[in-house]
């Protein structure tokens, strides 16, 4: 958390990164591409401070104090509820979580499923509240690379992973047999930031909300 009128804005690095400096820029608070940004992690520009952190770092980093507000998925704050405020859904990077098991595979429904299913993710937290709230006994495997190739050599029944388009799990002899949510970008806050630099940290949300096109 910065002392003087600047707000630290953390961002996440990957697919949510062009978005999160076009809406910066939309909104009149920097003026920085992905290309421009290169490999600087930390930039100041005016009165706004970026951080530029892995996406499963941004919560962090806001709740920590080190950064006042922070532009982070969905699907990051489901496996990290921590103590921020999630303000403002930015409407960008639009994916989904899906259950997904192979094509030939007789799974679909709950009906179909076994006692117990052996499920390979990189979200484990959202994975078995969701198996649970239906009732369905689940052994979550977790997995930090690449999740698709786990039901090909029979770790698992299926994943549940991301995806936009489903093109990466056709490409893998896979297919969606349950949504489980929908996933984008969104603003969260540093609860100290909110109550000890109100008008600081409002200035900079009204000015990303208007840009989200969330005032029109």
């Given at each position: ?5 600047t ?38 520009q ?27 998925g ?36 709950p ?35 690449s ?70």
């Amino acid at each position: 958390m910065t002392r003087d009128g600047t707000v630290s804005i953390a961002i996440p690095t990957g697919v949510l990164t062009t978005g999160a400096l076009g809406l910066l820029t939309k909104s009149g608070l920097t003026r920085m591409s992905a290309e421009e940004l290169g490999r600087r992690l930390l930039v100041d520009q005016s009165n706004v401070r970026v951080i530029l952190v892995r996406p499963a770092d941004v919560p962090a980093y806001v709740d920590h104090g080190a950064a006042d507000l922070g532009i982070v998925g969905k699907d990051i704050l489901w496996e990290s509820p921590g103590a921020h405020y999630e303000l403002v859904d930015l409407r960008f990077g639009d994916c989904r979580l899906v259950l997904a098991v192979p094509s030939a595979s007789k799974l679909n429904g709950p009906e179909t499923w076994p006692p117990m299913l052996r499920i390979a993710t990189k979200y484990p937290r959202t994975t078995s509240a969701w198996f649970e709230a239906r009732g369905q006994a689940v052994e979550v495997v977790r997995l930090h690379g690449s999740v698709e190739l786990a039901p090909q050599v029979g770790l698992v029944d299926g994943i549940v992973d991301l995806t936009a388009t489903g093109r990466t799990l056709r490409e893998n002899r896979l297919r969606i047999a349950a949504e489980l949510g929908a996933s984008t970008a969104r603003l969260i806050a540093n609860q100290a930031s909110l109550k000890t630099r109100t008008a600081a940290v409002q200035s900079v949300v009204s000015r990303l909300r208007e840009a989200s096109g969330l005032d029109r």
